[in-house]
């Protein structure tokens, strides 16, 4: 089956008016790219940086944040690839923040609502990943937005970010696309809103789900409950696809529903632009989206 599978590698997928549809990989790290770029991944569609930041005793520096998100960008050759800020918190922490324990951490001081608190180290990461785009196609993802005014106190801080490689006379991409995660109930509600601030979406289903459904991603006590088929998550990943599209943005999705075989169609149905998932889930998707394309 591998090997038949992988004469969908290479090939385009559209929708019957002509738009792609990317299949792209999810990665954690350089060493991923080798699964999602030898299962013929369209684009990163999801880097999680929270793994460069794990597992050592201070923040990576903003050049050794570039030399990485340059790396990938370089050996994705021109496809698109989307880094996602900083994403601490929830269940992955960091030592070296020192940060309080909380009584709920996934409805806690998470994600960009950390990264407005450690304004110096989110910094460093937007200016790594903003000169980065010069050597691809870079695009800079917000995760945890819930509302209007985090997207425009982040784009004050990128635009900071790019004020200040200017003044220090390093390149950077100053055209950098921004797009953030619909994960929080609020923003697949206020979708409309938020997207005429953003040059894409990608619904975090792992989250949304939890969210919308109230629950815990990780509790095996109540995973029965645990419904990606749920009529409320499906009508909010419905309204956040109709809201970008009637904004002229694309609309992606990185969680693992985007490689849940079980719901391909019905997100092909809702006209999704891109799925991104763990390389191994690739081709099965892209052989899925042919048959029912074709
Ligand atoms: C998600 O929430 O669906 C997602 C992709 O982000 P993470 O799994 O890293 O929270
Ligand atoms: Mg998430």
Redesign the pocket.
Known sequence: KRIELKKYKDLKLAYKDGREILVAG?IGSVKDLDSVIENGADGIG?F?T?FVFMDRDVAPTEDEQFEIYKTVAERMSGKPVVI?TL?IG???QIPYLHLEQEMNPFLGLR?IRLCFKYEDMFKAQIKALLRAGVFGDVNIML?MIGTIDEIRQAKKIIEKCKNELKEEGIPFKADTPVGI?I?IPAAAIAADILADEVDFF?????????YTLAVD?MNSNISHLYNPMNVSVLRLIEMSIKAAHKAGIWCG?????AGDLRVTKTLLEMGLDEFSMSGSSILDVKELIYNELK
């Open positions: 999810n999801l999680r929270e996602r994403d929830g269940d992955k994600a995760p995660m994960e990608s619904i975090g289903t792992n989250d949304l789900i939890q991603r999705m990185c969680g693992e529903m």
